[in-house]
């Protein structure tokens, strides 16, 4: 399936619940998930409707994914949210050992942000 930024920025607001479908499918492209997931993190403030998502992209076999999920854990919990511990100890083991040198440095941004 193929989205464009726009349509995915669309269902953000106006269907969350197919937003996460589409995200959840597994018919998606790479790059439409990876923009998905960005804008999930972005535009939606249910931690109940995202936390599962990226508990689940972090370990994605695509490095693009992962990276995309880092992105969108930052944006999502940049607003003085407490990030849940569980997330927290995956990003910290995520720095030490992801195959990704990308992954690795997004991941490692992330959590200077966070201090």
């Known amino acids: 399936m193929d989205y464009s930024i726009t349509q995915l920025q669309s269902l953000a607001k106006n269907n969350q619940q197919e937003l ?3 995200i959840n499918s597994n018919n998606i492209n790479i790059s439409t998930l990876t923009m ?3 804008i999930l993190g972005e535009k ?3 931690e109940i409707l995202v936390l599962p998502i990226f508990k689940r ?3 994605h ?3 693009d994914v992962r990276e995309s999920t880092i992105l969108a854990i930052l944006s999502f919990y940049s ?3 407490v990030i849940p511990i569980d997330i927290f100890n995956k990003l910290k083991i995520i720095v030490k050992s992801d195959p990704s040198p990308n992954v690795r440095d997004c991941c490692c941004d ?3 942000t966070l201090k």
């Open 110 to 112: 992330l959590l200077n």
């Open 36 to 38: 998905a997931v960005e």
């Open 57 to 59: 992209l972090l370990k």
């Open 79 to 81: 607003n003085n949210k």
């Open 61 to 63: 076999i695509h490095a």
């Open 44 to 46: 939606i403030s249910d």
């Open 20 to 22: 996460i479908n589409i």
